[in-house]
C-alpha cells in the first residue's frame, strides 16, 4: 500500500516546498511509493482522516495556524517539522518581541501611504501574541533543519523513512543551513 | 612556559587512555594536546579562563561533581572521563538555553556558517531546543564607524572583555546586570562609538564565537573571524618576561 503523505504550509515563505520540488527526477523514484493526499502542490480541499507522514513547513503564527496544526497533529502518524521557521520559529518570529498591535500599525497606518487602516476582515484569522516553533504546539516526530534544508536533505529524510528508518540529519543539516 | 623551570611532569588517564602532562596544565589543555574534543565556548587559547560556560565539563573518576576542563588543573594519577551519556545531555542542554536565552535567527545572522554556537549546536545533535524561546527585547549598537555590536547574538562567553584588556590593554568592555539582565557595555555603558578608550583594534570582533559583534557593512553569512593571533601575542608576551 502506498503512503499517504501531506504537506502543510503555515507562517513561511514556501521556500521550504520549493526545495521539496528542488528533488527535480528524483521524486520519480519515491512517486510510485507515496501518495501526496493533501498539499498546497495538490487541490485537495479538506485534510484527511489519516495521514502515514505529514511534513509542516512554517511557524505557527496565527489563530488560524495554531486550529490548523492541532487538527493535523491529530490526523498524523508521522509529523515532520520541515525548516527553520517550523524548527524554531525562525524569521516569522523576529516579531516577537514587539507587542502584535505595534507591528499591524506600523505595517497598515504608520507606514501605508493610502488606505490607513487596521485590517479587520473576519476572514483574517488574528496574530498569535507570539510565533511559536510547531513543537511548543504539538508533538513533532522528525525536525528537519535549514532554511530552507537542502533539496538533498529532504530527499534523504523521506527515503530513509519510506525504507522505515528513522534519518539520522545530524551531519547534513543544522539551524540557517 | 620559561625554559629551565623546574616544572614537574605528571602522569594521568583521560578515557582510558595514560598520557603525561606539565604539572601547571589544565585538563582542557590536556584533552586537546592528545587529540581529545571537547566542546568550548568562553574558552579561547591566549586568553584567560574563566569556567563560564560550563561547555566542557568532564568527570573525574571518585567523584560525583562535574569538572570545568578549562579551569581544573591536572593531578597526578587522575582519571578523566570526557565522553559520557550524562556529559552529552548537560551539553546538550546548556547550548539550547543559550540559544533560548537571546534571538539566534541563524538564516539572517551575519555569522551563519562561520559560527561557533551554530557549529557546537549541529556537533552536540541539536535538532531542535526543548525549552520555550525567551524572545527578548534585544537592542544593536551601530555607532562605532567599523564595527556594530548585536546583543541578540550575544552569548555573554565575555571573550570580547578579556582579550581587550588582557591582549590590547584597553579594557573598553564590561558585563553590567546580572542573569537574565547581564549584557556586555562599552565603557560607561555609552554607545561603542563614543568610547574613549577604543583603539578600533577588532581584537574583540574576531574573537567572538557568534554574530554579536562584526564589521560593518557585512551581510548574511559574510563575516568570518581569525582568531590564532590571540595565543600567538600571548606566548609572544610570556616570553620576553
Ligand atoms: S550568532 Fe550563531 S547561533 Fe546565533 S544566529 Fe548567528 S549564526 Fe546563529
Ligand atoms: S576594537 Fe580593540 S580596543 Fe576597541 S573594544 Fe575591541 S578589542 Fe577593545
Ligand atoms: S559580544 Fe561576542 S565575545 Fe562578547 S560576550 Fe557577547 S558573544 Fe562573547
Same mark, same amino acid.
Given at each position: ?46 485534510? +484527511?482522516?489519516? !495521514? ?68 479587520? /476582515?473576519?476572514?483574517?484569522? +488574528? ?12 508533538? !513533532? ?28 540529519? *545530524? ?7 | ?24 596544565? *589544565?585538563?582542557?589543555? !590536556? ?11 568562553? /574558552? ?39 565522553? *559520557? ?18 534571538? /539566534? ?25 526543548? &525549552? ?11 555607532? /562605532? ?15 570580547? &572583555? ?21 549584557? !556586555? ?21 574576531? &574573537? ?34
Amino acid at each position: 500500500m502506498k503512503v499517504k503523505i501531506a504537506t502543510v504550509w503555515l507562517d513561511g515563505c514556501s521556500g521550504c516546498h520549493m526545495s521539496f520540488l528542488d528533488m527535480d527526477e528524483r521524486i520519480l523514484s519515491i512517486a510510485d511509493k507515496i501518495e501526496l493526499v493533501y498539499s498546497p502542490l495538490v487541490d485537495h480541499k479538506t485534510f +484527511p482522516d489519516m !495521514v502515514d507522514v505529514t511534513i509542516v513547513e512554517g511557524a505557527v503564527a496565527s489563530t488560524d495556524d495554531l486550529a490548523k496544526i492541532k487538527k493535523i497533529r491529530a490526523h498524523s502518524k508521522i509529523l515532520i517539522a520541515l525548516g527553520d521557521c517550523a524548527v524554531n520559529a525562525n524569521v516569522p518570529s523576529m516579531r516577537n518581541p514587539i507587542p502584535v498591535d505595534e507591528i499591524i500599525n506600523r505595517a497598515y497606518v504608520e507606514n501605508a501611504l493610502i488606505n490607513k487602516d487596521m485590517p479587520v /476582515h473576519p476572514a483574517l484569522p +488574528p496574530l498569535l501574541k507570539r510565533v511559536m516553533p510547531v513543537h511548543e504546539v504539538v508533538k !513533532v516526530d522528525l525536525f528537519i533543519q535549514g532554511c530552507p534544508p537542502k533539496n538533498d536533505t529532504i530527499f534523504f529524510a523521506i527515503a530513509e523513512l519510506l525504507e522505515g528508518r528513522v534519518p539520522d540529519l *545530524t551531519t547534513m543539516t543544522r539551524f540557517g543551513a | 612556559m620559561p625554559n629551565g623551570s623546574n616544572i614537574k611532569v605528571k602522569t594521568l588517564k583521560i578515557d582510558g587512555k595514560d598520557v603525561s602532562a606539565r604539572e601547571d596544565q *589544565t585538563i582542557l589543555d !590536556v584533552c586537546k594536546e592528545n587529540g581529545v574534543f571537547i566542546p568550548t565556548l568562553c /574558552h579561547l587559547e591566549g586568553l584567560s579562563n574563566i569556567g563560564a560556560c560550563r561547555l566542557c565539563m568532564v568527570e573525574v573518576e571518585g567523584s560525583k561533581k562535574l569538572f570545568p576542563s578549562c579551569t581544573t588543573a591536572i593531578t597526578e594519577g587522575m582519571s578523566v572521563i570526557t565522553q *559520557t551519556d550524562r556529559l552529552k545531555h548537560y551539553r546538550k542542554m546548556i547550548l539550547e538555553l543559550i540559544f533560548a536565552e537571546r534571538n /539566534h535567527t541563524c538564516s539572517v545572522c551575519v555569522s551563519n556558517s562561520h559560527c561557533d554556537l551554530q557549529y557546537l549546536g549541529q556537533k552536540m545533535g541539536i535538532d531542535h531546543v526543548r &525549552v520555550p524561546y525567551r524572545f527578548p527585547k534585544q537592542s544593536v549598537d551601530a555607532s /562605532h564607524p567599523y564595527f556594530q555590536l548585536d546583543h541578540n547574538r550575544c552569548i555573554l562567553c565575555t571573550r570580547c &572583555v578579556r582579550v581587550c584588556e588582557e591582549i590590547e590593554g584597553a579594557h573598553v568592555w564590561d558585563v553590567s546586570g546580572r542573569g537574565i539582565n547581564a549584557k !556586555v557595555i562599552t565603557d560607561l555603558n555609552q554607545p561603542w562609538g563614543t568610547s574613549e578608550t577604543c583603539t578600533t583594534c577588532g581584537k574583540c570582533v574576531n &574573537v567572538c564565537p557568534t554574530g554579536a559583534l562584526s564589521d560593518k557593512g557585512r551581510s548574511v553569512a559574510e563575516m568570518t573571524k581569525r582568531r590564532e593571533f590571540v595565543a600567538l601575542l600571548a606566548n609572544r608576551r610570556k616570553e620576553k618576561v
